[in-house]
């Protein structure tokens, strides 16, 4: 959609998923930290796997490649629990898999390597750190995320780490900037505006309706059939017009505020069937979400991987 509404070109969206398709899926730095997007994979057990794996495709619903990119810790990585699984299926995302603890420790310990830095999830801080290993007094894992005041919504710090000359590893804090604002899913403003606009107007013409009682419309001009019938059906008419572009200003009110969480109208009428989801966008209609915890669960819905 950005590219076809900014640069009126589906070829150069297509130019850029074949770019895509190209980048590595994992790096290793430094001989000690691999990086990817996701997770580890429970069909990934050494380095070389992963080099074995063709990328040039669209991403898979499942296996070691869909994992690399969608897998996520799982909620209790940091509790001392050896009995917990290694991997388990993660209903989050819809795909891949949830890892643990030990899955990192036991990856690690037979790559040789010191830690796993992956994204994925965005972070309050910009970064976390899990569970020390024993062997390295270590994270095991960090999450790091470098979009500051992601979706223009989440209020959240950037991070990135940093490894000097000496091996040390620093963070490195990126604070968000203003930018020119862009209606959510790049609507025309001419449209955006045009449903406030008829809101009030169908309003307007509504109120004059009502200033009437059905007996007084019925008797425009002493003319009790046709006229009166017409005008009746004129109020209904617009009562129903008054009633649909009431819910479009609504919706506008709530895509202004919630910014860059904005779904597609599809998925927002999803989105209202869920009772916690629509209190979220209750207080949403009365401003911008300010709360990360607020943000991190409206956003919730659309975590998961499309077509799943």
């Known amino acids: 959609m950005e590219c076809e509404r900014k640069y009126r070109s589906r070829a150069l969206y297509k130019a850029c998923m074949r770019a895509f398709d190209t980048l590595p899926v994992c790096a290793l730095v430094d001989s000690r930290f691999l990086c990817m997007h996701g997770g580890l994979s429970p069909n990934i057990r050494i380095i070389s796997d992963i080099e074995k794996l063709d990328r040039f495709v669209e991403t898979p619903d499942s296996g070691p490649l869909c994992d690399l990119l969608w897998s996520d810790p799982s909620e209790n990585f940091d509790d001392i629990d050896d009995q917990q699984p290694e991997f388990k299926p993660n209903n989050v995302r819809g795909c891949a898999h949830f890892f643990s603890y030990y899955a990192c420790r036991d990856f690690l310990l037979r790559n040789n ?31 790091l995320f470098s979009a500051p005041n992601y979706c223009d919504t989440y209020n959240n710090i950037a991070a990135i780490l940093k490894i000097d000359d000496h091996q040390q590893l620093s963070v490195v804090n990126i604070e968000a900037h203003a930018h020119p604002f862009v209606l959510p899913n790049f609507e025309n403003g001419f449209q955006f505006g045009e449903r406030f606009v008829l809101y009030h107007v169908t309003n307007l013409l509504l ?102």
């Open 113 to 143: 390597l010191v830690s796993i830095i992956r994204g994925h999830e965005v972070q309050k801080n910009g970064v976390r750190f899990f569970r020390k290993s024993s062997r390295t007094k270590f994270p095991v894992l960090i999450s």
């Open 207 to 308: 109120s004059i309706f009502n200033m009437y009682s059905p007996e007084e419309l019925a008797a425009e001009d002493g003319r009790h059939d046709k006229t009166g019938v017409e005008l009746l059906n004129k109020k209904r008419l617009i009562g129903t017009m008054d009633r649909a572009y009431a819910e479009l200003k609504k919706i506008n009110k709530i895509t202004l505020n919630l910014r860059g969480l904005t779904p597609s109208y599809s998925a927002y009428k999803e989105l209202l069937t869920r009772p916690e989801i629509k209190a979220l966008v209750n207080e949403a209609e009365k401003g911008r979400i300010t709360s990360f915890d607020q943000a991190i669960q409206l956003d919730h819905i659309f975590e998961r991987r499309p077509h799943t």
